[in-house]
């Protein structure tokens, strides 16, 4: 069995579980039966969902820490019966160690989990339990100490098989956004050649970059256009096509399948100018995210982002000539970032040709260059357990403040963008209005109904409280301390 956890959330924003997805659809492929239970759309509770389907073995996917609650109770609950249970996933595969402290978890897959799962099962059928020759894994050694079995080598993605819908009911996770109404998070690449100091890339990808087969990811694609009416794909890939032949190539293909939908992607200042914006956009591409990060040359230097600089507004207002929805990505509170630079940032900002400002606070993830240096230089404690953690959640408490800026600064700007967004009316794909007001209510709706409909008023109680703080909590940041927002040369 493998598990996507419950994770807390302000709106029913899902998306597939494609790592999982792909591992359950490799082992399938090999014979194994599987079930692959989300615990963010299904209703069935661990116990049902446990007696139809009893596992030899459990996996479960951690992300962040957002969900590590979640993680621990499913866990708990198989390893009581003696079920063992392994971890994978980014955060999983950055903290082994850290993860392998908790009883409930009996290995950690590091990396990729699908030939992994596939020798662990197969390890499992055979009784085996010394686990140690299986590369990608770290286990306990007999005085209880994490050993590291031999590295996995990276997979080639044209052996994956054709992903196995039928383990999830995929309308479950359409969304609604961008002027589509049935989207779904798909993706076509793995890793960045890149290595800017905040990502997990260089640790997690080795900063390779890697395509799955064109024809897998289209066959995919008529799948769901066929079978669901899918009407919008987000390509997940963390860096949507690496130069202008990979883009023409990629587009070409979409278009070449004929069928009605569009999509959206995220890419890198400076690849593309006008002309190939509008090769994308006739291709379907009709939105564009761009991790700008910082208006600050300094910053972006620490960051090691090396974007050009001198770019940044030409490329947004070549994608918006083009039809193309742009969304600028930032990073607010990166260590030392002064209020110089958070200036810099915003006047950037202010002078870009869109309202759509997807504002982050910094947050050290293991694994990034970013984060071993303020644990090098005893700026952050290092993440030694999961139970004493607490969770830096962006609508929540600011938990690390690592720049020169206050916490209330950076709440204020962050929520200003925030609530800019979510009301503007910039949003238009194809000259129809598209609002994130609409679809926030929508979703919150939603869930409300959804947890509802479900009989949980606990978790309803529970939802209510939480989005209600967090819609609360941005709206009084962004409209309560107008000198905070003049200082920093906020327009409006
Ligand atoms: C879609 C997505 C989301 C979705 C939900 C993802 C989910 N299932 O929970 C949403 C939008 C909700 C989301 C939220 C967040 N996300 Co996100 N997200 C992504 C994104 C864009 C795609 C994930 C994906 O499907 N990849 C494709 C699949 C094939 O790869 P994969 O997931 O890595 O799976 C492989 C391996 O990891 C492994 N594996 C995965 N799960 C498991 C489980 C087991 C048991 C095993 C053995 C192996 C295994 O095997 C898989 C197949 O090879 C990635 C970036 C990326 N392109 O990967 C970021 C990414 C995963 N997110 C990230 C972050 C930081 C977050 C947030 C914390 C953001 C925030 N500040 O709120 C939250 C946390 C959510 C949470 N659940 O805890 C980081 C994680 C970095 C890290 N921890 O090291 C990533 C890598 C982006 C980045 N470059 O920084 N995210």
Request: hydrophobic share 40%; glycine share 6%; aromatic share 14%.
């Amino acid at each position: 069995m493998l598990i996507n956890p419950e994770t807390e959330r302000f709106s029913r924003s899902v998306t597939l579980p494609l790592g999982l997805l792909s591992i359950a659809s490799y082992l399938s492929f090999h014979g194994y039966s599987v079930r692959l239970y989300d615990r963010v759309v299904e209703k069935e509770s661990l116990e049902t969902v446990a007696e139809a389907f009893v596992p030899d073995v459990v996996g479960v996917s951690l992300v962040s820490y957002k969900s590590i609650a979640d993680v621990c109770f499913v866990s708990e609950f198989f390893k009581k019966q003696g079920i063992p249970v392994i971890w994978g996933g980014p955060l999983a595969s950055e903290l082994p160690e850290v993860s392998l402290k908790n009883a409930c978890v009996d290995a950690i897959s590091v990396g990729e989990g699908e030939q992994t799962w596939l020798e662990l099962v197969q390890a499992c059928q055979r009784h085996e339990t010394d686990w140690s020759k299986i590369p990608g894994l770290v286990i306990r050694d007999p005085d209880g100490n994490a050993l590291y079995t031999p590295d996995r080598p990276f997979l080639d993605l044209g052996i994956l098989p054709e992903t196995d819908w039928s383990f999830i009911d995929v309308p479950k996770y359409f969304q609604s956004s961008y002027g589509c109404k049935r989207m779904l998070y798909l993706y076509a690449a793995k890793g960045c050649p890149h290595n800017c100091s905040f990502c997990y890339n260089k640790d997690f990808h080795k900063c390779r970059y890697r395509k799955r087969p064109m024809e897998h990811v289209l066959h995919e694609i008529r799948f769901l256009v066929e079978t669901y009416d899918m009407d919008g794909i987000y390509f997940a890939d963390e860096l949507w096509c690496r130069n202008v032949r990979e883009m023409h190539e990629t587009c070409d293909s979409l278009k070449s399948l004929g069928l009605n939908f569009v999509w959206g992607c995220q890419t890198r200042i400076g690849l593309f100018g006008e002309e190939d914006f509008r090769y994308m956009y006739d291709a379907g591409c009709r939105w564009i995210f761009f991790g700008v990060e910082s208006g600050s040359p300094r910053i972006l230097e620490q960051m090691n982002k090396r974007i050009a600089y001198d770019k940044i507004e030409q490329t947004f207002i070549d994608c918006k000539a083009a039809g193309i929805v742009a969304i600028g990505s930032f990073i607010i509170g990166y260590p030392g970032e002064t209020a110089q630079d958070t200036k810099q940032t915003i006047a950037l900002i202010e002078r870009l040709p869109t309202k759509l400002i997807n504002f982050n606070y910094f947050i050290a993830i293991p694994g990034s260059d970013i984060y071993q240096r303020l644990v090098d230089e005893k700026r952050h404690p290092g993440i030694s357990d999961f139970q004493t953690l607490e969770v830096q959640d962006p609508m929540g408490t600011l938990l690390y403040n690592f720049s020169e800026l206050t916490d209330r600064e950076i709440k204020v700007i962050y929520s200003h963008y925030m609530w800019r967004s979510f009301t503007t009316s910039d949003l238009v794909v194809d000259g129809e209005k598209s609002s994130f007001t609409k679809k926030v209510i929508l979703d919150a709706l939603h869930t409300a109904l959804f947890s509802v409909k479900n009989g949980e008023f606990g978790a309803f109680l529970s939802y209510l409280w939480f989005s209600g703080v967090s819609f609360l909590r941005i709206l009084f940041y962004a409209k309560a301390f107008p000198s905070v927002k003049k200082r920093f040369g906020i327009k409006h």
